[in-house]
């Protein structure tokens, strides 16, 4: 099956910091999202991106599809998007509706 | 939009005991819901994939005598961990597929504690 890869798996900041994370994947794909879970188990969905690039506010996402990656970047992190950040990616083919999901970033924003 | 509720939030059994869960999509109908699973720390793990009124699909190394899924309508399915023991104790999460892309939408889990 498809592979995922997140890095990096961990990433400390300080409030008012920029990062990037990114998400590898091993085949094409018709579907990735990016999730943030928040303390209680909550995954939040944040895009729907299998291609091109989109912005929410602060957050962005870049997915370049023929070289199969994903970047998600937070600008002037604020100790509320502390959690995991989850990379899930669907499949060509029949498969194309069942997600896989990478191992998460866990992101820690001190103030 | 695309709000997926789950019930209970959490719940305790003792081992021997079955435990059903609920998945709801609240605002939409769901043509495929999904059932994950968490360990600590630990990514989410595809159980199961069901569409209503068809046999839910497992994947591989899952039991299906053990975690019995029905989808009976567009917007319920359900998840029933039978003769449930220790080692079943875990987040359960669902998700559901109904846009017109396949985007998926989460529902809050469930964290069932087996003693």
């Known amino acids: 099956g498809i592979q995922v890869e997140q890095s990096p798996p961990d990433l400390i900041l300080q409030e008012g910091a920029n990062s990037t994370l990114r998400c590898n994947f091993s085949?094409?794909?018709?579907?990735l999202q990016w999730f943030h879970q928040n303390p209680w188990g909550q995954l939040i969905n944040l895009f729907y991106?299998?291609?091109g690039t989109k912005q929410n506010g602060r957050l962005s996402a870049t997915t370049v599809a023929t070289e199969r990656y994903s970047l998600l970047y937070i600008s002037s992190s604020q100790t509320t998007d502390s959690g995991v950040y989850f990379c899930?990616?669907?499949?060509?083919?029949?498969?194309?509706?069942?997600?896989?999901f990478g191992k998460g970033t866990l992101l820690t924003v001190n103030p | 939009g695309a709000v997926v509720s789950q019930h209970p939030s959490w719940v305790i059994c003792k081992s021997g005991t079955s435990v059903k869960i609920e998945c709801r999509s609240l605002?939409?109908?769901?043509?495929?819901m999904f059932w994950y699973r968490q360990f600590p720390k630990q990514s989410l793990m595809l159980m199961a994939t069901?569409?209503?009124?068809?046999?839910?699909?497992?994947e591989q190394g899952v039991e299906k005598d053990k975690f019995l899924i029905n989808h009976a309508s567009l917007t319920l399915s359900t998840l029933t961990v039978t003769s449930a023991h220790p080692e079943d104790s875990s987040f359960y999460i669902c998700?559901?597929?109904?846009?017109?892309?396949?985007?998926?939408?989460f529902g809050p889990g469930t964290r069932l504690t087996v003693t």
């Open positions: 998700s559901a597929d109904g846009t017109r892309t396949y985007e998926q939408y």
């Open positions: 085949d094409s794909v018709n579907n």
């Open positions: 991106i299998p291609s």
């Open positions: 899930a990616v669907g499949g060509s083919g029949g498969s194309n509706y069942k997600l896989t």
């Open positions: 605002d939409f109908q769901a043509t495929t």
């Open positions: 069901s569409n209503e009124g068809s046999k839910a699909t497992y």
